[in-house]
């Protein structure tokens, strides 16, 4: 079995364990390096020593998250550059074969290409003969179309000018059913006429540009056929299996993560800046809403809806309560005690030892209490109760995620599951997350960020700093 924490992981151990190792293919700019990046947390051109555009096909890439996954990057085969395929056939014909020992062997490859203008060639001959070359050495092969939001730019500036009238939501699901129905012109058809059983996946926003957005899904469905694929193969490869989980989850889970910021911001942020979606609602109400779509989000299987029960709903609002009053009034709801004038965000970061122990006595203020039976409304208090209950949850949810599947993806969960997230993340950054919080929504700055979309990004970024993967115990996923 992998080691469970980086700091045991030495050379030694490394060389003993089996590995996953994923091929990538693509010619310079079709964005490998923005893929690898996105999928695995690794920066390419950070640990490449080859110069840009440029790639050795031999060099290992591997991921601080989880050493025992390896990435070879090969550059793509140009029409009348042979060099490049020569590179590759050496490649895969030293690294496949069952004559190969496992942890040196290469089990999936990722071609990518990059999604053709009309007219365009979406396969070169080079791709074709190194596709019929996977196919004699057994090595399973992903085509990764890339760039699919570059297609739905192009039918947005397609559309007639009675088109672009419609409303926001009308033109949208206009030009992407449009972008589909192109894509399965330029791409599927013509890999579909090569081989039929050739499986495939596309990427979406991965370039950077301005206002592109990853398309997470998609890069967890192409993880998850990768995963399929390994699990297909011959017995001996299933030493691997616990690897490419590991690279599934992490896929799966930034999905949720972005599902639960999505709903929970999306939500209650539009209210907060137009008094019009919870007007007339309690807070409660508003929490409870809130909290059973994220919830509902991570898909865990709870068949005793712990999750929306009125237990751990309790505990998430008892964690919320810290950061929603002023300082001024934190000695009312809270009393004069220390170790919760440091958890509400008001001091330095505390003992871990300290905070779990605070928090699990204190239970929900009747300020608290009394608070969340008032109408809605508009104020520093509302924004950062909001701002911590989404943070709080979404961070305990990404705990419990890691903690459960990391053992067994299928299995109910349980309530001790659920209090030992909740007191990790008490013992870890909540006081911390808290502070930042209180940081950043002041009186001064309030009336500011209720006309932007700061606040969202200010989630976001509290939300990936403060992940339980950014903890040494999570350093290294099994």
């Not at 490394?14 to 893929?35: M, T």
């Not at 009675?162 to 449009?178: A, C, H, Y």
């Not at 009393?335 to 699990?360: R, S």
Request: proline share 5%; glycine share 6%.
């Amino acid at each position: 079995m992998p080691p469970q924490s980086s700091q045991l992981v030495t050379k030694e151990i490394l060389d003993e364990c089996p590995r996953f190792r994923l091929l990538v293919v693509g010619r310079s700019g079709v964005g490998k390096s923005s893929l690898i990046n996105y999928a695995f947390g690794i920066d390419k051109n950070s640990v490449s020593h080859q110069m840009r555009g440029k790639c050795d096909i031999n060099e290992e890439i591997t991921s601080t998250e989880n050493p025992l996954f390896v990435v070879h990057d090969s550059m793509g085969f140009e029409p009348g550059q042979d060099e490049n395929f020569k590179a590759a056939k050496a490649f895969l014909e030293l690294r496949s074969g069952y004559n190969v020992a496992l942890k040196d062997r290469v089990h999936v490859i990722w071609l990518c290409i990059q999604v053709p203008h009309a007219g365009g060639r979406v396969f070169e001959k080079g791709d074709e003969a190194f596709l019929r070359l996977a196919s004699t050495t057994k090595v399973p092969v992903v085509i990764v179309f890339t760039q699919f939001d570059k297609l739905v730019t192009r039918m947005h500036q397609a559309l007639t000018a009675e088109e672009k009238k419609r409303s926001p939501e009308q033109t949208n699901i206009l030009r992407t059913d449009k972008a589909h129905a192109e894509f399965q012109q330029l791409c599927i058809s013509p890999l579909k006429r090569i081989d039929p059983e050739l499986h495939h996946a596309r990427t979406s926003g991965l370039a950077g540009r301005p206002n592109s957005k990853p398309d997470r899904q998609a890069l967890s469905i192409l993880i998850q056929i990768t995963q399929s694929l390994v699990r297909d193969l011959a017995t001996d490869m299933q030493g691997v299996v616990p690897i490419v989980s590991a690279m599934a989850q992490r896929a799966s889970v930034q999905v949720k993560i972005d599902t639960s910021i999505q709903v929970g911001m999306k939500r209650y942020w539009k209210g907060l800046a137009s008094s019009t979606s919870f007007l007339g609602w309690k807070f409660e109400d508003c929490l409870s809403t809130i909290h059973e779509e994220i919830t509902d989000s991570w898909n865990f299987n709870d068949p005793g809806d712990l999750l929306n029960g009125p237990e751990f709903v309790k505990k998430i609002k008892t964690l919320a309560q810290l950061v929603t009053p002023e300082v001024s009034e934190a000695t009312n709801w809270f009393g004069n005690v220390e170790h919760i004038q440091t958890l509400a965000g008001f001091g330095a970061a505390i003992l871990a030892a300290t905070a779990g122990p605070a928090v699990a006595a204190l239970g929900l203020s009747a300020y608290f209490i009394k608070w969340m039976a008032q109408a809605y409304n508009k104020t520093p208090e509302t924004l950062r109760c909001f701002m911590g209950y989404i943070v709080d949850l979404t961070v305990v949810m990404d705990h419990l995620f890691l903690a459960v599947l990391s053992m067994n993806p299928h299995r109910p969960l349980t309530k001790e599951d659920i209090d030992e997230a909740v007191q990790k993340y008490q013992q870890s950054h909540m006081a911390k997350v808290h502070r930042e919080i209180r940081q950043y929504v002041n009186k001064a700055t309030f009336p500011v960020i209720l006309q932007s979309n700061k606040a969202e990004v200010k989630v976001k970024d509290l939300i990936k700093e403060y992940c339980a993967r950014n903890e040494p115990e999570f350093s290294m996923p099994t």
